[in-house]
């Protein structure tokens, strides 16, 4: 069955970094668009970014672009988001999820403090 497991989340000041890991298994990864969204804590699940399935066009919303970075290794079923110039408002559990489906993993939380 089709499995996503994110990890890497934690505890980071602001100005931080931090590269989540989701390692996906159960379905044939690199025909797959990836994608990441979070969610605050009251608020609805937002849209991350996204990476086609082979890794060449990554695509970021307004409020991350230019800090995070989505990447793939199709040899590992991996994807990545790196998290860079963190900000307390980055603070939400972390989701990926297979493009236009209804997979998403368990998530990973992500906390942007001092």
């Known amino acids: 069955q089709v499995q996503l497991v994110e990890s890497g989340g934690g505890l980071v000041q602001p100005g931080g970094s931090l590269t989540l890991s989701c390692e996906a298994s159960?379905?044939?990864?690199?025909?797959?668009?990836m994608t990441w969204w979070r969610q605050a804590p009251g608020m609805q699940r937002e849209w991350v970014g996204d990476i086609s399935s082979d890794g060449s066009m990554p695509d970021y919303s307004d409020s991350v672009k230019g800090r995070f970075t989505i990447s793939r290794d199709n040899s590992k079923n991996m994807v990545y988001l790196q998290m860079n110039s963190l900000k307390p408002e980055d603070t939400a559990m972390y989701y990926c999820?297979?493009?236009?489906?209804?997979?998403w993993g368990q998530g990973t939380q992500v906390t942007v403090a001092s």
């Open positions: 159960g379905f044939t990864f690199n025909i797959y668009p």
């Open positions: 999820r297979r493009s236009n489906s209804n997979y």
